[in-house]
């Protein structure tokens, strides 16, 4: 049994018969301490993983919703230093499973052995590059390895005959792109989920769960029976923009919705 918390939340799900949420916020938007109110409201209201997003000053894998919070972020002087902090704050009132989702430039520029030894130091699980090609993961692999925090893969519709070879060598989880794209959030997902997540029924890989788009309760409770579980970010970050700091409740409401639909 692994002590990588992911690993310990897919095999609970899994004994009890239910698919992972995962959601994503913007650490530091509107600030750090309504990100952290925002944290614990997701958990308490059936988030299993949360990411949490590094802004960065051009995020190109986000759509128009995701750079707009980084930027908010980034005004109010949010760094990855104060990002270490807020999760030290977090581990004192949660261990569920923190994830950073960010760009590789910000994990050089920090120094790729002091990022992954500062994640352990607060018990980060793991973390995603979007713009790391698979093949130049072994950039931060062996550091990230070293002290214990997963690297998280990511798959998409054009990596077909890929997938098996990303699928096995992956930990944690899968992070499956729904669509092609930015992120942000759609009406309608049209991928052919039974082909595109056929090779991960050939073996024994770690589980796949399925973002990019997801904005709805109905999509997140149709998404999920064919994964292992879904993420939802830019509708989360929609509610924080048009909320504030009033937003915890309103996100709460929102991940509760979310989790009863892939319940029903």
């Known amino acids: 049994m692994s002590s990588n918390r992911i690993d310990k939340c897919f095999e609970e799900l899994k004994a009890n018969n239910k698919k992972a949420l995962i959601t994503f916020v913007t650490a530091g938007d509107p600030d750090m301490e309504t990100t952290e109110k925002i944290v614990l409201e997701m958990f308490d209201k059936g988030a299993d993983i ?30 990855l230093d104060k ?3 807020l999760v030290k704050s977090l581990r004192e009132k949660t261990d569920k499973p923190l994830l950073l989702m960010m760009y590789i430039n910000t994990i050089f520029k920090y120094g790729t052995e002091r990022f992954f030894e500062n994640c352990k130091a607060v018990s980060i699980d793991g973390v995603i590059v979007p713009d790391m090609p698979f093949e130049e993961r072994d950039e931060i692999e062996d550091t990230a390895d070293k002290y214990g925090i997963y690297n998280i893969n990511l798959v998409a519709p054009t990596s077909k005959e890929r997938i098996k070879m990303i699928a096995e060598k992956s930990k944690g989880f899968v992070y499956v792109v729904s669509s092609l794209g930015v992120t942000g959030t759609r009406k309608e997902i049209t991928t052919d989920f039974d082909t595109l997540l056929a090779p991960f029924k050939e073996g024994d890989y770690c589980p796949y769960c399925i973002g990019f788009g997801i904005s709805s309760p109905e999509q997140a409770g149709r998404i999920s029976k064919y994964s292992d579980g879904v993420i939802v970010g830019s509708a989360i970050v929609n509610i924080i923009a048009d909320k504030g700091r009033e937003s915890p409740t309103a996100v709460g409401e929102f991940v509760n919705g979310l989790k009863n639909a892939m319940n029903a």
Do not use: H, N, Y
Not at 50 to 76: N, W, Y
């Open 50 to 79: 949360i990411e949490l997003g590094v802004p960065f000053s051009d995020p190109i894998a986000e759509g128009p919703t995701i750079q707009r919070a980084s930027l908010r972020s980034l005004k109010g002087g949010t760094t």
């Open 83 to 85: 990002i270490f902090g």
